[in-house]
């Protein structure tokens, strides 16, 4: 590693401190030597005690309740001492030390704002970068109307993992949060933050977007990888990540689109949920 680049890892932490450790055990395999501080946000967990907490890199804060995704991102971006920021799920893995292929780039092209690389899935396929959405993305992908065409022009458009096979850097036009890299600070000295407006979701799309209004290139770099996990959710936690979900859609495409196309989608949007959500109180009562 450079001297003079300094790099911190920002891990929002809430109910996961076991995932969190074998995040931290991973990183401490691969690529520790390359970070100089690693933030972990607790979002008022019930498991937090087994968190490591004994390496001299590692800072814990710990919310009194949860504040959502984006409001603990920007908590570890305050405290963070270098400018470079590493954005990882808890439920993440680093399986090499591909990524400071990634984080190299980042750190010599200052006209890249955000970067990321593949996410490779335990149970499941799904792709990383995505391409700027549209009113016909909202519609066809980001509803249920994905499940009945899959295989829409509109859903194929956003996410170009499924149209090419990528085999170098690519500038697109988003970046899953589950692995983000980005400056603390913008070429005026501002803090890059997550809009607040989001609890959960969209957040990390929304935050590109921004970066590439601002003049900065978003990019996909193929070449690093690292494992996601996930797992099963209990109803509750599955019923009340579907509302962030019904929500941050809502707030995104109000946030990017024309006011008549976010308007039309919000319509849209509000008699889906409508109508899942009755369907549900039928299928639970019957």
């Avoid at 808890?90 to 090499?96: A, F, G, L, V």
């Avoid at 030390?97 to 490779?120: C, H, W």
């Avoid at 005026?188 to 609890?199: A, V």
């Avoid at 941050?248 to 989608?265: A, C, D, Q, T, Y």
Wanted: glycine share 4%; aromatic share 10%.
């Amino acid at each position: 590693m450079s001297m003079n680049q300094k790099r911190t890892i920002i891990i929002v932490n809430y109910n996961s401190s076991k995932r969190s450790n074998d995040l931290l055990s991973s990183i401490k395999k691969n690529i520790y030597k390359e970070i100089n501080e690693i933030i972990i946000i607790d979002n008022n967990s019930n498991d937090i005690k087994i968190l490591e907490t004994k390496d001299p890199k590692i800072k814990i804060i710990i919310n009194k309740k949860n504040l959502g995704f984006a409001k603990a991102v920007n908590q570890g971006i305050d405290k963070s001492k270098n400018n470079l920021i590493i954005l990882l799920n808890p439920d993440t893995k680093i399986i090499n030390n591909s990524i400071l292929k990634t984080i190299s780039l980042i750190e010599e092209d200052k006209n890249i704002g955000v970067i990321g690389g593949k996410i490779k899935y335990e149970y499941k396929k799904i792709f990383t970068a995505n391409n700027a959405p549209t009113l016909l993305t909202g519609l066809f992908e980001f509803t249920n109307l994905k499940k009945i065409f899959p295989k829409n022009k509109y859903t194929l458009n956003f996410w170009p993992e499924i149209k090419q096979k990528i085999t170098k850097p690519l500038e697109v036009s988003g970046i899953c949060g589950a692995y983000l890299i980005f400056r603390k600070y913008d070429k005026t000295g501002k803090k890059n933050y997550f809009s607040e407006d989001y609890f959960l979701y969209l957040e990390d799309l929304d935050f590109c977007l921004k970066m590439k209004s601002k003049g900065f290139k978003i990019i996909f770099d193929p070449r690093s990888e690292i494992l996601h996990i996930g797992g099963a959710s209990t109803n509750n936690k599955y019923n009340m990540a579907l509302n962030h979900w019904y929500k941050s859609r809502k707030i995104f495409f109000k946030k990017h689109l024309n006011p008549v196309e976010g308007i039309i989608l919000n319509i849209i949007f509000t008699i889906e949920e409508l109508f899942l959500k009755t369907r549900l109180l039928i299928k639970n009562h019957d």
